[in-house]
């Protein structure tokens, strides 16, 4: 599987954004599918994850009623909509597939490589 994520920017404090993670091969539909996110100087962390059924989604404290995860079978892509930025939301946003419904970072095997979020106040 790769995975190419987009629809990163600069935005203002409560802007929105939507991000998008297009997934080649056709084994998608079987991937649980996560985005993480890594700010400078801080590891990587869970953002939000969603089953390869697309029936149960989970989402990090920081983001839970601001952040939506979903997941377009036909188009092979997930999308992480981010409503009510905020600067502490400034990162790279990264999206991942894996076997399992996880918020660990080792539990994905596979990564895309990113794409920016910069949220000013």
């Known amino acids: 599987v790769q995975l190419q994520a987009s629809g990163g920017g600069l935005v203002q404090a409560g802007d929105s954004l939507r991000l998008s993670c297009a997934a080649s091969g056709r084994t998608f539909s079987t991937y649980a599918m996560g985005w993480f996110r890594q700010a400078p100087g801080k590891e990587r962390e869970f953002v939000a994850v969603i089953s390869w059924t697309g029936t149960s989604t989970y989402y990090a404290d920081s983001v839970k009623g601001r952040f939506t995860i979903s997941r377009d079978y036909a188009k092979n892509t997930v999308y992480l909509q981010m409503n009510s930025l905020k600067p502490e939301d400034t990162a790279v946003y990264y999206c991942?597939?894996?076997?399992?419904?996880?918020?660990?970072?080792?539990?994905?095997?596979?990564w895309g490589q990113g794409t920016l979020v910069t949220v000013s106040s």
């Open positions: 991942a597939a894996g076997p399992a419904y996880s918020t660990r970072v080792n539990a994905y095997d596979y």
